[in-house]
């Protein structure tokens, strides 16, 4: 049978991503050598983001510098660009998953399969859902995840690294390894989606952690201390919603290590040490320094905050809890070390 993937984003992960399975479909005789990648069309220097990709096979926006492969083709309309898949990549900033999950309702076909490599969660008025969940009971279809210790420019260099595909159903995990692997992007699937996301969408209010340890130059000792406890914190949190959540799933590349190198090297990282050193809000940073990317940290710890608060469980997560208090109610950064 034919595999036909899309992908549904193109940003910064998106594009390094459409690299690989453009690439990767030609290894398998079972995938469809076309993959179609929605992005969401604005101007870029006076000219159309889609035509430059189209033309020129780059991504000058989000991804400068990297080639995409010729058969990763950019479309403007999203219920086109899925019609006929029966892969779906989500890989959208977590703010716009609900509305594409709208869009998509009832108009994918009912053989396909998804997977998320969305790191965030979604909030509504019934509190919160993941996105997987979200995916799979707006359409109807299975979704696994992919999360990992990912920096969007240096996988789409070729540089090694490791990632962790959460599954339910075996063989969606392995359909979806073979998009996926390379021998510079090594794949580990786990029989657990769950655990697997949400180690995605909190492991950025640990990076805003960092960032502010960084921006008060607390030294390195200070940030392994963070990193270890917004582990333990990861890790309770996982498992005290959703009992099945595997200890196991926090040493893979999804856990420790993304951990690891968002409070290295990522975005969250990076806008939460200006905060310090300049003394801005977080918005006001995420649009000077980010061009067009999103922060997904300040919001995670916001829907995590609005959980943690109307359950009276804030005092059992003082790190979440406190990262919450300095990116929304002003508390001075330094509280990151007193309260915590
Ligand atoms: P990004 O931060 O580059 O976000 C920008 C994208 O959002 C652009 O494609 C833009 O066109 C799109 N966009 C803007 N407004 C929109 C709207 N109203 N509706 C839909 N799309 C809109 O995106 P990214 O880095 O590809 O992140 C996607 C997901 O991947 C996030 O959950 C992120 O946490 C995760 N992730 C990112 C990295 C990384 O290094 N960048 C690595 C691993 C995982
Ligand atoms: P940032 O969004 O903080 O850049 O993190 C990227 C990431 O998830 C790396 O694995």
């Known amino acids: 049978m034919s595999e036909k993937v899309a992908l549904i984003g193109s940003g910064n992960w998106g594009s390094a991503v459409a690299r690989i399975i453009g690439g990767n479909v030609h290894n398998f005789d079972h995938f469809d050598r076309e993959v179609k990648m929605w992005v969401f069309e604005e101007q870029v220097d006076g000219r159309s983001l889609i035509d430059v990709i189209n033309t020129e096979h780059e991504n000058i926006k989000y991804l400068p510098g990297i080639k995409l492969p010729e058969n990763v083709v950019a479309c403007p309309d999203l219920v086109k660009t899925c019609a006929d898949a029966t892969m779906l990549v989500f890989v959208v900033p977590h703010q716009f998953v609900s509305n594409v999950c709208k869009q998509l309702k009832g108009n994918v076909p009912s053989n396909c399969k998804a997977i998320s490599l969305i790191k965030g969660v979604d909030v509504n008025e019934h509190g ?64 657990d989606v769950i655990g697997v996301e949400l180690c995605g969408a909190l492991k950025n209010i640990v990076a805003i952690g960092g960032g502010l340890v960084d921006g008060l130059k607390l030294g390195d000792n200070t940030k392994a201390a963070i990193i270890r406890i917004g582990l333990c914190e990861m890790r309770k949190f996982s498992q005290m919603f959703y009992k099945d959540v595997k200890d196991t799933t926090f040493f893979e590349s999804c856990g420790v290590a993304d951990l690891i190198t968002t409070c290295a090297g990522g975005r969250n990282r990076k806008v939460a040490e200006a905060h310090v050193t300049t003394g801005k809000p977080f918005d006001q940073l995420e649009q000077e320094m980010l061009n067009g990317q999103k922060l997904q940290g300040t919001s995670t710890a916001k829907d995590m905050y609005n959980i943690l608060s109307k359950k009276g469980l804030c005092h059992e997560f003082p790190l979440m809890t406190t990262i919450y208090r300095i990116c929304y109610e002003n508390l001075p950064p330094s509280r990151i070390v007193e309260d915590i």
């Open 128 to 191: 919160f859902q993941l996105i997987s969940n979200m995916i799979q009971e707006s359409l109807g279809i299975r979704s696994c995840v992919l999360s990992g210790a990912n920096i969007a420019t240096e996988v789409a260099e070729g540089r090694f690294c490791e990632t962790t595909i959460g599954y339910r159903n075996k063989s969606d995990g392995e359909l979806f390894r073979d998009i996926f692997h390379t021998p510079y992007f090594r794949v580990t699937i786990v029989e």
